[in-house]
């Protein structure tokens, strides 16, 4: 019998601005895709997000960020997620990213990011091609 | 495997995936993990959609916590039917006590099949166990029979009921009294509440059960935490009572076994006549009227060879 593996994924909000929106469209649109998502709504911390990934075993964290500091927050979920041994689930990011930060993003270690308007199957590919290598 | 006896999270979830998937080797490592289980009790928390019991697990958890517990939790929400994803979100309400050391949270889909779910969900509450998390929560949407089958693998059961649901007291009609072994009556706070323990409590006095021993109904807020404790202390009472419950072990432990080996059946069965050209025949028969069903079945089970086992005929 093959394994009914489904992909899993963390969408999580970190940061203290008040929209889940976008989240919640993400979260929506990968179910939809046939994913299997694990929402956890505003105001998650670094550390939540961190334990919540590895607990859930995730095959990739998504992180909505409208804050403005997405430098920091991404990068303190990267380090939280190697100092547990998780550096192998990829990072997304997505949300109000300026162009000049996407590549910053990238050499913090972060898988992909995605600005808002990101078609879903785009993201859903991405995971997809991603995960469980 | 090693790992989640040693208690190290990110061995433990990836043991969890690996049963939850059925990935090649998952019977093994159930197999060299049972007999570090059986010291976890497991507490089944059912009820219907949006009746607190994310909010109440959370509650609960921080409570027991508090006591000196280890508790892991499964939070089971269902799969969408079309896409076979699903958005699983009762970590939303457990943020009490999401980084709470000691506490090991995982979500899980239904996926489709409930008795598969049924026994993964146990096999999850066996690897928490053996990684040393004495109480087990599981919580699981109970609307129909089939979800009540989840939480036969629970020691003890709360079902949640909530006033102004008309569903609260009718889901009890559908078979859920029969695993009940408290009741909860969640949003205490909201009207109508007494009215529904005063359902509950006649229900109970018509059903002819002896409860006079022991308190059966709990009304609480799990946003102000009111009641949780005399609920908590009433869980662990019945929970330590199953030690000295012999016939509920054995018959839990019967069923399981039962069902493994039919399940195991079914899918030899399905694997072994998928690309026989027997079943396509028969098929053929079936739907030219050459045949019928019946005598198709008939002859199919023929090749299954002899059972050692006497059948019911
Ligand atoms: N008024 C009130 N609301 C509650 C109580 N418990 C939960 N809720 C709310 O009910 C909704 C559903 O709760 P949730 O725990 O997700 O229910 P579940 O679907 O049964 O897991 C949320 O908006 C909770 O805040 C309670 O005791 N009183
Ligand atoms: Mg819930």
Redesign the pocket.
């Given at each position: 019998m093959t394994p009914d593996r489904k992909l899993r994924v963390l969408v999580a909000k970190p940061g203290l601005d008040g929209h889940d929106r976008g989240a919640r469209v993400i979260a929506y649109g990968l179910r939809d895709a046939g994913f299997e998502v694990i929402y956890t709504g505003l105001r998650q911390s670094p550390e939540q997000i961190a334990r919540e990934a590895i607990q859930e075993d995730v095959d990739a964290v998504g992180l909505s960020i409208l804050s403005g500091a997405h430098m920091s927050l991404t990068g303190r979920v990267l380090d939280l997620l190697r100092e547990q041994g998780a550096e192998d689930i990829p990072v997304l990011v997505g949300g109000l990213i300026p162009d000049q930060d996407r590549e910053a993003l990238c050499e913090l270690g972060v898988a992909g990011v995605f600005t808002a308007g990101t078609p879903i199957s785009e993201v859903a590919d991405f995971i997809q091609s991603h995960a469980g290598a | 495997m090693r790992g989640t006896l040693a208690r190290e999270p990110r061995a433990l979830a990836r043991l969890v995936s690996g049963v939850e998937n059925r990935t090649p080797g998952w019977e093994d490592a159930m197999k060299a993990l049972y007999p570090h289980t059986g010291k976890a009790r497991i507490l089944g928390i059912t009820g219907p959609p949006g009746g607190g019991?994310?909010s109440l697990t959370n509650r609960l958890t921080a409570g027991l916590v508090d006591r000196g517990h280890r508790v892991g939790v499964i939070?089971i929400?269902p799969s969408s039917p079309f896409s076979g994803g699903a958005l699983l979100?009762?970590r939303l309400?457990m943020r009490d006590v999401s980084t709470a050391p000691g506490v090991f949270i995982r979500s899980m889909a239904t996926r489709g099949s409930l008795g598969g779910l049924c026994q993964g969900a146990r096999d999850v509450a066996r690897a928490l166990d053996a990684a040393g998390y004495d109480l087990v929560l599981i919580?699981t949407v109970g609307v129909g029979q089939d979800e009540v089958e989840i939480v036969k693998a629970a020691d003890v059961v709360a079902v949640v009921c909530v006033p102004g649901q008309g569903d609260g007291v009718q889901a009890l009609k559908a078979g859920i009294m029969e695993i009940a072994d408290v009741y909860v009556v969640n949003k205490a706070d909201r009207d109508g509440a007494d009215q529904v323990a005063a359902d509950i409590g006649a229900m109970l006095a018509l059903s002819g059960e002896d409860t006079t021993d022991r308190e059966m109904v709990f009304p609480t807020n799990s946003l102000s935490g009111e009641g949780v404790e005399p609920l908590t202390e009433a869980l662990l009472d019945r929970a330590a009572r199953v030690e000295h419950a012999p016939e509920r072990v054995s018959e839990r432990a019967r069923e399981e076994v039962l069902l493994l080996v039919e399940r195991e059946i079914a899918r030899r069965v399905r694997a072994g006549l998928a690309e026989d050209p027997r079943l396509e025949s028969a098929v053929e028969g079936v739907v030219t009227r050459r045949s019928d069903p019946y005598s198709a079945a008939e002859a199919l089970l023929g090749l299954f060879g002899r059972m050692e086992v006497v059948t019911g005929e």
């Open positions: - | 019991k994310s939070a929400d979100g009762d309400r919580e």
